[in-house]
Each structure stands twice: as structure tokens, then as C-alpha cells.
């Protein structure tokens, strides 16, 4: 079973550019949730989905920051007109469900993460 | 909402001894406490949790401590090797669609061979 994928796995973009995260859950989960972590930081929570929905975006930036998580694909974290404070370590999690729920467990399992740099 | 706070920020030790890292957290409501351990380039990996319907748990060489009524957990990681050398992050929250877990800053553990 393979683990949370990522990619791409580094990016580099100039100021004004915009960036696209993805993100593949593990098989069978249908819970994301994005982190993003500044050098020698904890991870500080942005936002959470499930399938078709955004559950709880209160960690992302109003501005710029987007996500999504379709039917079908991986879930895209989009940053718009990137400035150099978005260089960061951005990191995607996922929980299974609860058998015959549609609430997540409790535990997460990490992604290998994408590393963004602003020139 | 929760805020967690963990100590030390860096720990050295020697091979073989005993690795000590201690976490406080704020909501009461929290039931469920996570570590990761982070190598360098990689993405979190989960190497322990616990509820908060047990005190203590054991996994060979890990185990974790809950008081639930100080509100303060640790993780302790005993005849250490330097393949354990990394960054560990304790987390809580009230479990299930767990939107509000918050991470604490981090704990840079160094064994020396």
C-alpha cells in the first residue's frame, strides 16, 4: 500500500509566479489536510478536506492560497503570486475513515512533502 | 484552541542513554497524542500515539507518558542508537476529524556514537 505521494518534490519559482502542490492521499482515505513548515518550525496547519469539500481552511492565508480536493485527482494546493515568505516545506497528511462514517480517524500519515523556494 | 509547547528545542546524548522529551498541552478537550519523528529532507513519520484513556504506552524501545490532569506528555526513547538522531515532534488533539491537532516546535535529538 503505498504512503501519501507528494510531488513535485522541490519547486522553484520566481516572485509573481504561481505554484500547484499535489497531493495523493493514501488508498482508501479521503481526508487531507495541508501543513506548512518554516526551517527549524513545527508544521502550522492550513487546511483540511474531504472529498469535494472544504471542511476548515482557518490556517490559510485569505489571500493567494487555495485548495481543493476533486472527486477525482489529487488535492492541489495553489499559491498564487508567490512573494519569498511562501518559500517553506509544504506537507499533506491524510486519515482513513471510521467504518460506516464519514468521520476520520484521529491518526495522520505525512507525506514526503514539497519544498518551495521563491527566487 | 490547543497550544503546545515542548521541550527541549535540542538534546544530545550519548549512544546508549536515555532520551527524555516533554510536552504541555492547553485544551483540556484534547484526547489524542501523537509523535513524529522527522530525518532531514523527509516528511513526518508517526512512531508512537497515544489516547487518553491509557497512561502509558510501550513499543520496544519508545514508550510515551500521559497526565492528563497536568495536562503534560512525554516521549521517552531509551538505549539510544544514532539512526534515532533526528527531529521529534509531539501534537495533540480531540481526536476525529482532527482539524485542530497543533504541533509542537520541535525537539533535534543528536546521538553520539
Known amino acids: 500500500n503505498a504512503g501519501v505521494m507528494q510531488n513535485p518534490r522541490h519547486l522553484v519559482r520566481r516572485r509573481g509566479q504561481e505554484a500547484r502542490l499535489r497531493c495523493s492521499p493514501m488508498?482508501?482515505?479521503?481526508?487531507v489536510y495541508w501543513y506548512r513548515q518554516l526551517p527549524e518550525e513545527g508544521l502550522k496547519f492550513m487546511v483540511y478536506?474531504?472529498?469535494?469539500?472544504?471542511?476548515?481552511e482557518s490556517g490559510m492565508p485569505k489571500e493567494r492560497f487555495s485548495a481543493e480536493f476533486p472527486k477525482e485527482g489529487p488535492s492541489i494546493l495553489r499559491i498564487q503570486q508567490v512573494v519569498r515568505g511562501d518559500s517553506a516545506a509544504y506537507f499533506c497528511?491524510?486519515?482513513?475513515?471510521?467504518?460506516?462514517?464519514?468521520?476520520?480517524?484521529?491518526?495522520?500519515?505525512f507525506g514526503p512533502g514539497t519544498r518551495l523556494t521563491v527566487l | 484552541g490547543e497550544n503546545v509547547e515542548q521541550h527541549p528545542s535540542t538534546l544530545s546524548v550519548q549512544e546508549g542513554d536515555s532520551a527524555v522529551i516533554k510536552c504541555t498541552y492547553s485544551?483540556?478537550?484534547?484526547?489524542?497524542f501523537p509523535w513524529y519523528k522527522q530525518e532531514l529532507g523527509k516528511g513526518p513519520q508517526l512512531i508512537i500515539d497515544?489516547?487518553?484513556?491509557?497512561g502509558e504506552k510501550k513499543d520496544q524501545r519508545i514508550a510515551v507518558t500521559l497526565n492528563k490532569t497536568a495536562k503534560h506528555f512525554s516521549l521517552h526513547i531509551t538505549e539510544t542508537q544514532p539512526e534515532d538522531s533526528a527531529v521529534y515532534f509531539c501534537?495533540?488533539?480531540?481526536?476525529?476529524?482532527?482539524?485542530?491537532?497543533?504541533f509542537g516546535a520541535g525537539t533535534r535529538l543528536t546521538v553520539k556514537p
Open positions: 488508498k482508501g482515505h479521503s481526508h
Open positions: 485544551d483540556s478537550a484534547s484526547n489524542y
Open positions: 497528511a491524510s486519515s482513513p475513515i471510521l467504518a460506516g462514517t464519514s468521520t476520520s480517524t484521529d491518526t495522520q500519515y
Open positions: 501534537a495533540a488533539s480531540r481526536g476525529r476529524n482532527n482539524n485542530d491537532m497543533r
Open positions: 478536506l474531504q472529498k469535494e469539500n472544504i471542511i476548515d
Open positions: 497515544i489516547r487518553s484513556n491509557v
